[in-house]
């Protein structure tokens, strides 16, 4: 696995999508390379609850819920990541009782979340999906 990509690299300890109502519960996601986060859900996952993990060590976030809906991130340990600590770019997303330690101190985000103009794919969408709008 190559994980020294670029800016829009899709490596991750564990990398989901068009995921509904799943639970990620008492795992470690540990030690990736270059960019790559710990655990990673893009596009279209609904109703996720990620509880009781640890992401540690990682070359980019620690926990990345992206262009998704309607989650549950909770009691969660997450340190020594080289970027956001828990990313956001959902709606809906409750986010509560983890512990985020990064030792870049200031220089790298614990929590963020943001919106942008990307919106999810349509059901029927073929893939790749290219939003072209």
């Known amino acids: ?11 991750a300890a564990v990398k989901l999508n068009n995921m509904t109502g799943y639970t990620v519960k008492n795992s470690i996601f540990e030690n990736t390379n ?4 710990g655990l990673w859900c893009d596009i279209d996952c609904s109703s996720a609850v990620m ?3 640890i ?3 990682n070359g980019g976030h620690g926990i990345f819920y992206e262009i998704s809906s309607k ?3 909770a009691n969660n340990l997450i340190y020594n990541n080289r970027s956001i600590g828990i990313n956001v770019y959902s709606s809906e997303v409750k986010v509560y009782n983890n512990t985020i330690i990064n030792p ?3 220089s790298v985000e614990a929590f963020k979340v943001a919106d ?6 349509d059901k029927g ?3 790749p999906y290219s939003n072209t709008e």
């Open 51 to 53: 509880v009781n993990n």
């Open 55 to 57: 992401s540690r060590n």
């Open 71 to 73: 989650g549950i991130i």
């Open 1 to 11: 696995l190559d994980t020294a990509c670029g800016a829009s690299c899709g490596a």
């Open 34 to 37: 270059a960019r790559a986060g």
């Open 116 to 121: 942008d103009d990307r919106p999810a794919p």
């Open 125 to 127: 969408a073929t893939w």
């Open 104 to 106: 870049d101190g200031n």
